[in-house]
């Protein structure tokens, strides 16, 4: 058990040094300098990695799913949001590869981060609206479905029972 999480600690450590580095690098040669195409990709990255996986996450619900693979799926959300979250370390880490990452994209990216940021904070609520009008049609669809059964019991007990009364005391339409 030791020996797993010295490992873990040094991959962590692995990846914290490198990671941050290569994501800059990588943001900062799409941008290449220019403002609007910072600011397009930061909104692009910020709203597609954090809509996809607060959609896949809200998956872990479902009620076939067993737990190992509700761990999984949870996993493949934290993947879909890779992106955010290394843009994330990015602005607000404090080792070199942080710093150095964040001096790469003032530089080579302007405007990216604030973008993302923005685009992030839409896609979340982009989520929860489509996932509160998913739930909302869901339970009007059920509700539907309830009427129309206690429509047709109401409609049936009307045909069986009182088809004798009801011819007696139907109504006449006014004549003319």
């Known amino acids: 058990m030791l020996v797993l999480v010295v490992a873990a600690l040094v991959v962590y450590g692995l990846l914290a040094a490198a990671l941050p580095r290569w994501w800059a690098q990588r943001v900062g040669n799409q941008v290449d300098g220019r403002m609007t195409v910072g600011i397009f990709w930061g909104v692009f990255y910020g709203f597609i990695f954090s ?6 996450v809200w998956q872990v619900r479902r009620p076939f799913l067993k737990w190992p693979w509700k761990v999984g799926v949870f996993l493949v959300a934290l993947l879909l949001a890779a992106p955010n979250w290394l843009t994330l370390a990015i602005s607000l880490g404090d080792n070199s590869a942080s710093d150095a990452g964040w001096i790469t994209l003032v530089n080579e990216a302007p405007g990216f981060q604030w973008a993302t940021f923005f685009g992030a904070l839409v896609g979340v609520l982009a989520s929860f609206a489509l ?12 509700k539907v479905s309830e009427l ?6 109401r409609d049936a007990a009307t045909r069986a029972g009182t088809a004798e009364s009801s011819v007696e005391h139907r109504e006449e339409p006014p004549h003319a």
Not at 51 to 56: A, E, K, N, T
Not at 148 to 153: P, V
């Open 51 to 56: 809509f996809l996986p607060v959609l896949v």
């Open 131 to 142: 996932i509160a009008t998913i739930t909302a049609a869901r339970r009007r669809k059920s």
């Open 148 to 153: 129309r059964g206690q429509l047709a019991e």
